[in-house]
């Protein structure tokens, strides 16, 4: 499938998971139904594997979840909040917003050290904080002819 027909798919799937959550929340008052976690992502893994042209490893691979066409490894997070966490420092990051339309928008494409150094204080959990809008800033210093190509 081209990315553009996987982009299409996977959008149609988010948005009738996101009208099912308004479903149960209408059910259920005061309970909240957005998808996360595991499920979001995978679902940016499978955007990016399509979109970059990634080779993606086995689910919960240490560090990195793929690698580029060109030997990068590369982990990725997907989010549909303001911020990502890291739990090691990436060779490549690439840091995707799942939205509720089902679309999705690149956030941060760039070395792993880059952002691993403006990372918040290690949390309870292990992980890392890191928001976006810094992820933004630090996007400035990576060149376009260094970022992952996209394949559309």
């Known amino acids: 499938m081209n ?8 959008a149609e799937k988010i948005k009738a998971l996101y009208a099912i959550s308004r479903e149960l929340e209408q059910l259920f008052p005061g309970r909240h139904y957005t998808p996360d976690g595991h499920m979001i992502g995978s679902i940016g893994e499978a955007l990016a594997a399509g ?28 989010t ?30 760039g070395p792993g050290k880059l952002a691993w150094e403006h990372c918040g204080k ?9 928001t976006l809008a810094t992820l933004h800033k630090l996007q400035a210093e990576v060149p376009m002819d260094q970022r992952l190509r996209q394949f559309v």
């Open 3 to 10: 990315p553009v027909d996987l982009q299409t798919s996977v």
């Open 51 to 78: 979109w970059y042209g990634l080779e993606l490893f086995e689910a919960s691979a240490k560090t990195h979840d793929a690698k580029a066409p060109d030997g990068r490894l590369v982990q990725i997070k997907a």
């Open 80 to 109: 549909q909040i303001d911020r990502v966490a890291l739990s090691s420092k990436p060779n490549w990051l690439l840091v995707l917003k799942i939205h509720p339309d089902g679309t999705f928008t690149e956030e941060y494409n």
């Open 122 to 130: 290690k949390q309870t959990n292990g992980q890392r904080p890191i």
